[in-house]
């Protein structure tokens, strides 16, 4: 067993049913608070109904009925759950493998993990053929070089492979404390962040399945491209191999950045209509004040007519202030270097008219 595959298995064997015990231990620890608070809540929204101290009708009480059955099915029953958990990470596992397969690519037998040991196989085999070529020196460095990089690739390879499942893992522990908070509007938005992130991560095996089709691809046409190792004892051989080793790497680091900007393309409606106006007018003024204070520092630091007569005032601000001081130290060391220039030109002047000025001549020397 390979490396990348070794973390995999282990650790996924693992949380497998980690998954399942921290959500039952969560349900269990939950159960009593989830029914108290729902019983306190249908009691008020009832005694409501029937004195109308806020407007209310029928529909709100009905709608309440049915969000508590729904999340006394999922809060509290790993069955159900897991139905619903289940439906979306597989689902995108078989888009992935669909995105494969229609690229003209397949799914490695045994998974990407066991596919990207085979490669690194390939890549040690031709490492030691090429290093048993060379000198004790160059081949010491060029292994001991090519064996880093290839556990730094295989590191990676292993966390990205295992890091959703670890996230994943998490937020189904965690599910029925984030299904609760659905009860109350003011907390609301702590499931709408979990499912947020919930939906992110499962978009992982979707990016992987993409990314690593091509990068095994490519490395396994490198691996037949590289020509005969023991043709080739020189580290000029070796640099197709590292530069392979460069690409995986970079290829492999930015999967969380491709995850990142689907995921948070995908629920940026949601986040919006979550936050409301009164967020997104507090940002627009956020933004606005940010404009204002960079229009007064420019004006401070080109000393505007306008920023000299607020200076006369006295009412400068800091980042006004702080600017002028820099506009103020910038234009002293111009115009001190243009004086400078000036003199240099004035004693070129002077000597190519064969004039060396009086500060210029050498002083007498003293009679003893």
Known sequence: MGPVSWMVDTIGGFLDGAAESSFAAVAGSLGGI???????????????????????????????????????????????????????????????????????????????????????????EYLNAVTENMGWMGGAVATTFGMAMMGLLGALAGAVLIFAKIMLTLLIGIAPVMIATTLFEATKDY????????????????????????????????????????????????????????????????IPFLVRTLSGNFVMPAISSVLGGDALNAGAGALSGGASQARYAAAGLLNTQGSQARARAGNRGVTE????????????????GTRMADTMARIRRLEDAGVIPSGLKPKDPKPN
């Open 34 to 124: 989830l029914m108290v608070a729902s019983t306190l809540l249908i009691v008020l929204v009832f005694t409501n109904l029937a004195l109308q101290m806020r407007p209310m009708d029928g529909s709100t009480a009905v709608g309440l009925v049915v969000r508590l059955l729904l999340i006394s099915a999922f809060a509290l029953n790993w069955v159900q759950f897991n139905v619903v958990a289940s439906a979306i990470i597989d689902g995108l596992d078989d888009l992935g493998a669909g995105i494969v397969e229609a690229v003209g690519g397949s799914i490695p037998f045994g998974g990407f993990a066991r596919a990207f040991d085979e490669v690194m196989f390939d890549f040690a």
């Open 321 to 336: 202030t702080l600017a002028a001081g820099v506009g103020a130290g910038v234009r002293a060391n111009v115009n001190h």
């Open 191 to 254: 499931f709408h962040r979990w499912l947020s992130l919930f939906v992110g991560f499962a978009m992982y095996p979707l990016v992987i399945a993409g990314v690593m089709a091509t990068v095994i691809g490519m490395a396994e046409e490198m691996a037949m491209t590289l020509g005969d190792p023991a043709e080739d004892a020189t580290l000029g051989a070796l640099m197709p191999f590292f530069a392979m080793m460069f690409l995986v790497v970079g290829m492999i680091g930015v």
